[in-house]
């Protein structure tokens, strides 16, 4: 079965500064990936997805994330936080083989620091 | 368009009581499914359904009942509601795209708490 950890519980930067989140997936072959985030009270929002070739994707809001197949990781970039980044961040693993199925990580609450 | 509209957004229940949560899209979408979302385990998905008709569980199916008559709605029913139901939960829709990979659209929650 396929799985997704987020070993970063809570991570605070200052505004201004760069960010990274990290995501780690297992599955039996290269799976879809997914970032969303959830802004308090809110729903999830797509900021980006990869499916296959570039490993280097670049999303909304400034965010991009890198597959790396020998590490099983997609981990989330951002060189200058904002304020208004400060959100639950979810990474996400889709089969290849279709459905709607996507298996979440336990999310990284953002705090950010003026 | 009004994406994924999810009613109601907060309700009380007490154990045993019953009650559906509505779902509804607007954009066509092929794929609908449940998620409910608790503190510190992310989002589990409940059921979801590939079409009109047609409909399957999830990781945590117990106690939830769905139904999808037509491809716009997709309601999720707690029959006797008990406490560990209590959570948010989010409906999400897809389409399939050429390379078969579906990107989730969320609706806003449904935040039900059961006494």
């Known amino acids: 079965a396929q799985s997704v950890t987020q070993p970063d519980i809570h991570i605070t930067v200052s505004e201004g500064a760069s960010l990274e989140l990290r995501c780690n997936y297992s599955?039996?072959?290269?799976?879809?990936l997914f970032w969303y985030v959830q802004s308090p009270g809110q729903g999830l929002q797509l900021l980006l997805k990869?499916?296959?070739?570039?490993?280097l994707v670049q999303g909304i809001k400034g965010f991009e994330a890198e597959f790396k197949r020998s590490q099983s990781s997609f981990n989330l970039r951002k060189p200058s936080v904002h304020w208004s980044d400060a959100a639950e961040y979810f990474c996400a693993v889709g089969d290849p083989g279709g459905g709607n199925k996507l298996t979440f990580g336990t999310g990284t609450q953002l705090k950010v620091e003026l | 368009n009004a994406g994924v509209t999810q009613t109601p957004k907060f309700q009380v229940l007490k154990t045993g009581q019953s009650m559906t949560l509505q779902c509804a899209q607007d954009m066509n979408h092929e794929y609908m499914s449940w998620y409910r979302q608790d503190p510190g385990m992310g989002l589990r998905l409940i059921h979801y359904s590939v079409g009109a008709g047609i409909t399957d569980q999830g990781e945590v199916p117990n106690g939830y009942n769905v139904s999808r008559s037509t491809t716009e709605d997709f309601p999720l029913r707690l029959l006797s509601a008990a406490p560990s139901q209590t959570s948010v939960y989010f409906c999400?829709?897809?389409?399939?795209?050429?390379?078969?990979?579906?990107?989730?659209?969320f609706g806003a929650g449904s935040r039900l708490t059961v006494l």
């Open positions: 599955y039996g072959a290269t799976p879809y």
């Open positions: 999400a829709s897809s389409r399939r795209l050429s390379s078969g990979a579906n990107v989730l659209t």
């Open positions: 990869y499916f296959s070739g570039d490993t």
